[in-house]
């Protein structure tokens, strides 16, 4: 007999003794009638051991007594390294690395033709991806520790069958990835910096074209603001703020501040005497004479012949700007001299009169 069926046989001879005696005192057995009790139960237990012995004897240990067969140990931890997981830039993966541990999730469930590790793995990519796609692939050790809480937690699959976690995460880029991204940085950090120059440059030259330069008068009280209040030195400068005002708006210096600027009044002579065409070419127009036309042609060259001896290049000057389009300059002098009365002609016109008269 083995040690199973005697703590059996035990059991159930205390179980007998115990129903014999509350039978016996819920109805009031005589002091005699114990014993005998006793001694018919015990010899009931020793004929039913002994015809058990006697059934099992000549049978091997493994025939009497039957163990269940111990199932196979399924590893329930699986490293992997370098698994692809998306992030909010395209083109731009993460490389993920973790312990997956996983247990199923009813452990007395006879469940034949599953790996559970294949299910353990594909639950923890999907969280995995699922906290990476929300996030640009700039701080890869940041998002690893988020990643790290994210999947310390045993959590079923999605068809119940197993719980898993990830221990040990490790969430980096590629080398080319990084090495693009850094250049990216760099790159996005010298632009943002260029256009903050650029914007400030704007600024001074909106501020300094369109308020401080707009004429003399608010260039001469920003330079006496900038100048603490230095009235002497701010009324030396104004010659020259009047010139950068001018400049600043593409025109001549103004009437008022023309004084103060050096050579301005010497220069606008010489310009003057440098360009008598010009001068008689405004009387020309003011008067109301028009290029090409007889009357203009022949004031025009009567006028270079009158300053030809003095100045022979503007009278030639005065004679091509006024000449018709399709005339030369020597076709519309010669043409005024045929239409121009000469003193010759007079003569002879006048001893024509003069011998008809006396006849």
């Known amino acids: 007999m083995s ?3 005697k703590t059996v046989s035990v059991f159930m001879a205390l179980i007998s003794a115990m129903l014999v005696l509350i039978l016996g005192l ?3 057995w005589p002091a005699w009638a114990w014993p005998l009790t006793v001694i018919l139960l015990g010899a009931a237990w020793a004929g039913v051991t002994f015809a058990t012995l006697r059934t099992n004897r000549g049978r091997p240990l493994s025939e009497t007594v039957t163990a269940p067969p111990v199932p196979e140990v399924e590893r329930r931890e699986l490293p992997v390294e370098d698994i692809a997981l998306p992030s909010a830039l395209a083109d731009y993966d993460f490389l993920f690395s973790a312990t997956i541990r996983w247990c199923p ?3 007395y469930a006879q469940e034949t033709g599953t790996h559970h590790g294949g299910l353990a793995l594909q639950a923890i990519v999907e969280r995995a991806g699922a906290v990476t796609l929300a996030h640009q692939p700039l701080r890869s050790s940041l998002i690893q520790q988020e990643l790290s809480g994210a999947l310390a937690e045993m ?5 119940g069958r197993i719980r898993a976690m990830a221990l040990d995460v490790v969430l980096r880029l590629s080398e080319d990835d990084q090495r693009r991204l850094d250049r990216l940085a760099a790159i996005r950090k010298d632009e943002e910096l260029w256009e903050h120059e650029r914007k400030q440059e704007k600024s001074k030259r909106d501020y300094l074209g369109h308020d401080v330069l707009q004429n003399t008068g608010r260039a001469v009280v920003w330079w006496l603001a900038r100048n603490d209040e230095k009235v002497e030195r701010t009324v030396n400068d104004i010659g020259l703020l009047a010139q950068l005002t001018s400049a600043a708006n593409n025109e001549q210096v103004a009437e008022p501040f023309r004084h103060l600027v050096p ?6 002579a010489a310009e003057v005497v440098r360009d008598p065409a010009d001068l008689f070419t405004e009387f020309m127009r003011q008067m109301g004479f028009k290029p090409g036309d007889d009357a203009c042609v022949m ?3 009567q006028v270079a012949r009158a300053i030809k001896d003095k100045d022979a290049d503007t009278a030639e000057e005065i004679r091509t ?3 018709p389009p399709e005339e030369s300059p020597e076709e519309s002098r010669e043409e005024s001299a045929d239409l121009s009365p000469d003193q010759g002609t007079v003569g002879e016109e006048g001893g024509d009169g003069g011998d008809g008269t006396e006849e």
């Open 3 to 5: 040690s199973a069926q």
């Open 26 to 28: 819920y109805t009031g």
């Open 105 to 107: 999730e009813k452990p």
């Open 155 to 159: 959590l079923p699959d999605r068809g």
């Open 263 to 268: 050579g301005a009044a010497v220069e606008e």
């Open 299 to 301: 004031v025009a060259d």
């Open 321 to 323: 700007r006024f000449a």
